[in-house]
């Protein structure tokens, strides 16, 4: 799925395979793991692949590892048998906030996935996901406080934040630093207080998408053994 934030344009796809890394096996659980990158052309200045570079950038593995955290934190891998759920976000355009748009981008493509195994049969329990998740960015921007920062915004940031939360209220990661200088309580209550606000409207967002008939083809659930 395609999710947008203004400028920021992130594709979003989930994929699920048989079978767990080695380290997981016989364990009867499943394992959900993302990957984050750039296309070169994402930003103003072209930058490279990193796969020609023949390594993956800091940042890179920072964000995937934020993601597949994110998702983790919403659905029970114990129903999903011992199957793997390979979330991939590929950043199109960017503009600020890219990280955030893909976790959020990211769940409606696991909830997708999750509608696809239910349909195969391979469930163990039918409602795997225990809430939703979203992300958004806050700062202070000239000592006012914004959502949603864009590149221009971003980057003469005061303060600086990131936050994932769950549409039950509570909060699964929160990034936060003062660009150069420090910050009171009162200015991070007041930026969780507009990032949870602006989490709420992506909940309803999502909500509206996975609304939408599944798209794709829904696989016919296996046909038990018959018995000679």
């Excluded at 990957?35 to 072209?46: D, G, I, Q, S």
Aim: aromatic content about 4%.
């Amino acid at each position: 799925m395609l999710v947008e934030f203004g400028q920021t344009r992130v594709m979003c796809t989930a994929s699920v395979t048989e079978g767990v890394p080695a380290w997981r096996r016989d364990s009867g659980l499943g394992w959900l793991t993302a990957e984050y990158a750039m296309l070169p052309a994402a930003t103003h200045t072209r930058t490279g692949r990193e796969s020609v570079k023949g390594r993956v950038g800091g940042r890179t593995q920072e964000i995937s590892r934020l993601v597949g955290r994110s998702l983790r934190a919403c659905i029970d891998l114990a129903a999903i048998g011992e199957n793997t759920i390979a979330i991939d976000c590929d950043v199109l355009q960017a503009d600020g906030g890219t990280r955030t748009a893909a976790i959020t981008g990211a769940y409606v493509a696991l909830a997708d996935a999750v509608t696809w195994l239910g349909a195969a049969g391979a469930l163990a329990d039918p409602q795997p996901i225990s809430c939703a998740i979203a992300a958004v960015s806050v700062g202070v921007v000239d000592g006012r406080v914004r959502l949603d920062l864009p590149y221009e915004e971003d980057s003469r940031a005061e303060v600086d934040m990131n936050v994932v939360a769950t549409d039950t209220g509570t909060l699964v990661e929160i990034q936060g630093t003062g660009e150069g200088a420090t910050f009171p309580r009162s200015t991070l209550d007041k930026l969780l207080d507009a990032a949870l606000a602006g989490c709420e409207q992506l909940f309803a967002v999502q909500k509206e998408a996975l609304a939408l008939p599944y798209p794709g083809v829904l696989p016919e659930p296996a046909e038990p053994a018959k018995r000679k």
